[in-house]
């Protein structure tokens, strides 16, 4: 018998017998997809979802790109009624204590223990706030929770100016919301550039003289170092000793990784929690999913910890294939996606290690892509208002394919024709 099928003759047997009780430890996208993607794979035993916040499930891209209050129960992740007519249990505003391996047991805050026979750590990140003095003068502005989005939706009628601490996917969306709303709006980059960690030059570029145009002033090279009271304001002065006179101070300069729970259970965390390919931690009982697991991922070189939807629904999908006969490792190519004022921003595979960028179109038509190479090879594509442009290049990077250059930069090349074609010539792997 060969180790594809001896794996999946083991992995069956335990979905059918051995493997009754899946404990999840978060209730984000991925805890969520995990739960019904087990019961679509015929899963019978307990689901049992563990979330910190009361609220049923949600989804969190709205809370920056798009949000209003009214609209809290088109974002839920699935209806209430889901998880009754799936039969998974939901324990919200629960929180998981500690983990003790070797009775397999979750041992909740409150004392109770929940064995498990597969537990799973979905437990996301939460805002990075960094040590400021006086940054509790006020109460500094976030957007991670639904709480969060609430309170930004209570008190933005109060404000005249807002000061962003980071000059990312969050603070920028933020400051668009702003801006559409005639509040004024200060970003504070300690970087050179917009999004440096995951943009090019050029397309940095662009989204800086899109926000400078909607009237952002950008503060580069700066960060926050301490803030006051100036009357009923807040007084918040920046590391080359420039003052602002704000309303609000919000901060939005990344995330860190929920692993305590995982560290303090000895399992191996690195800036989230390590996981092999198949997504297991170091306990072959325990995996981790989502913004919170660090991976090995084939469209980069080495681990990665990656802060999306895409993955989280994939990473979820895939486990639940493990842990129902038919375990595979993780391949998904990532991809992400902003909506910034009138730009819509999607960006297919990882664009860290790229030595060549060619341009399709012209940035002052706001509808264009950056597609970056590595030698002759195409690892990423950017993209502003060219939904075409992505879904070709998902297509392209999932399967390993390139456009050639002088092809990428003709606009009048018909690239999805092109995708198409490729993709069918390409030869199967060997088995």
Same mark, same amino acid.
């Given at each position: 018998?060969?180790?594809?099928?001896?794996?999946?003759?083991?992995?069956?047997?335990?979905?059918?017998?051995?493997?009754?009780?899946?404990? !999840?430890?978060?209730?984000?996208?991925?805890?969520?997809? %995990?739960?019904?993607?087990?019961?679509?794979?015929?899963?019978?035993?307990?689901? !049992?979802? !563990?979330?910190?916040?009361?609220?049923?499930?949600?989804?969190?891209?709205?809370?920056?790109?798009?949000?209003?209050?009214?609209?809290?129960?088109?974002?839920?992740?699935?209806?209430?009624?889901?998880?009754?007519?799936?039969?998974?249990?939901?324990?919200?505003?629960?929180?998981?204590?500690?983990?003790?391996?070797?009775?397999?047991?979750?041992?909740?805050?409150?004392?109770?223990?929940?064995?498990?026979?597969?537990?799973?750590?979905?437990?996301?990140?939460?805002?990075? @706030?960094?040590?400021?003095?006086?940054?509790?003068?006020?109460?500094?502005?976030?957007?991670?929770?639904?709480?969060?989005?609430?309170?930004?939706?209570?008190?933005? +009628?109060?404000?005249?100016?807002?000061?962003?601490?980071?000059?990312?996917? !969050?603070?920028?969306?933020?400051?668009?919301?702003?801006?559409?709303?005639?509040?004024? @709006?200060?970003?504070?980059?300690?970087?050179?550039?917009?999004?440096?960690?995951? %943009?090019?030059?050029?397309?940095? $570029?662009?989204?800086?003289?899109?926000?400078?145009?909607?009237?952002?002033?950008?503060?580069?090279?700066?960060?926050?170092?301490?803030?006051?009271?100036?009357?009923?304001?807040?007084?918040?002065?920046?590391?080359?000793?420039?003052?602002?006179?704000?309303?609000?101070?919000?901060?939005?300069?990344?995330?860190?990784?929920?692993?305590?729970?995982?560290?303090?259970?000895?399992?191996?965390? $690195?800036?989230?929690?390590?996981? $092999?390919?198949?997504?297991?931690?170091?306990?072959? #009982?325990?995996? +981790?999913?989502?913004?919170?697991? @660090?991976?090995?991922?084939?469209?980069?070189?080495?681990?990665?910890?990656?802060?999306?939807?895409?993955?989280?629904?994939?990473? +979820?999908?895939?486990?639940?294939?493990?842990?129902?006969?038919?375990?595979?490792?993780?391949?998904?190519?990532?991809?992400?996606?902003?909506?910034?004022?009138?730009?819509?921003?999607?960006?297919?595979?990882?664009?860290?290690?790229?030595?060549?960028?060619?341009?399709?179109?012209?940035?002052?038509?706001? #509808?264009?892509?950056?597609?970056?190479?590595?030698?002759?090879?195409?690892?990423?594509?950017?993209?502003?208002?060219?939904?075409?442009?992505?879904?070709? #290049?998902?297509?392209?990077?999932?399967?390993?394919?390139?456009?050639?250059?002088?092809?990428?930069? $003709?606009?009048?090349?018909?690239?999805?024709?092109?995708?198409? +074609?490729?993709?069918?010539?390409?030869?199967?792997?060997?088995?």
């Amino acid at each position: 018998m060969s180790s594809k099928n001896t794996a999946h003759t083991e992995g069956a047997a335990v979905s059918q017998g051995r493997l009754e009780r899946v404990v !999840i430890v978060g209730s984000g996208q991925a805890a969520v997809e %995990l739960a019904a993607s087990l019961r679509q794979r015929g899963f019978t035993g307990s689901i !049992i979802l !563990i979330g910190e916040e009361r609220n049923l499930p949600y989804q969190k891209p709205p809370l920056s790109k798009d949000f209003h209050p009214a609209s809290k129960a088109a974002m839920l992740l699935r209806a209430e009624s889901f998880y009754a007519a799936n039969s998974v249990e939901l324990r919200l505003g629960a929180v998981a204590e500690r983990i003790d391996r070797v009775a397999r047991v979750v041992v909740m805050a409150d004392g109770t223990p929940l064995p498990y026979d597969h537990l799973v750590l979905a437990t996301g990140a939460r805002n990075r @706030v960094p040590d400021i003095p006086g940054v509790s003068v006020g109460t500094p502005l976030e957007l991670r929770t639904l709480a969060h989005a609430h309170n930004l939706a209570a008190r933005i +009628a109060e404000f005249r100016h807002v000061t962003i601490a980071g000059g990312g996917f !969050i603070g920028l969306e933020v400051a668009s919301l702003l801006r559409s709303r005639e509040i004024e @709006v200060d970003v504070i980059e300690a970087a050179d550039r917009l999004m440096g960690r995951v %943009l090019s030059p050029v397309m940095s $570029d662009y989204f800086r003289q899109l926000h400078t145009k909607a009237g952002v002033r950008l503060r580069f090279r700066n960060t926050v170092k301490s803030v006051g009271k100036d009357a009923a304001r807040e007084l918040v002065t920046l590391a080359d000793g420039t003052t602002i006179n704000t309303d609000a101070i919000m901060m939005a300069i990344g995330v860190l990784p929920n692993d305590a729970l995982a560290a303090a259970a000895g399992l191996k965390v $690195d800036n989230g929690i390590v996981v $092999d390919a198949e997504l297991r931690t170091s306990d072959p #009982a325990i995996s +981790a999913i989502g913004d919170c697991a @660090v991976h090995p991922n084939p469209f980069c070189s080495g681990l990665i910890r990656l802060e999306s939807v895409q993955n989280a629904i994939d990473q +979820a999908r895939c486990l639940a294939a493990g842990l129902t006969g038919w375990p595979s490792p993780y391949h998904s190519l990532p991809w992400f996606w902003s909506n910034q004022g009138s730009a819509r921003l999607q960006i297919a595979g990882l664009a860290a290690d790229t030595d060549g960028a060619v341009l399709r179109g012209e940035p002052g038509s706001d #509808a264009f892509s950056i597609f970056l190479y590595k030698g002759e090879r195409l690892i990423a594509v950017e993209s502003v208002n060219k939904p075409s442009d992505h879904m070709v #290049a998902r297509r392209l990077l999932s399967v390993g394919l390139s456009v050639p250059k002088s092809m990428a930069a $003709d606009t009048g090349a018909d690239l999805k024709q092109f995708a198409g +074609a490729a993709v069918v010539r390409k030869p199967s792997p060997v088995t």
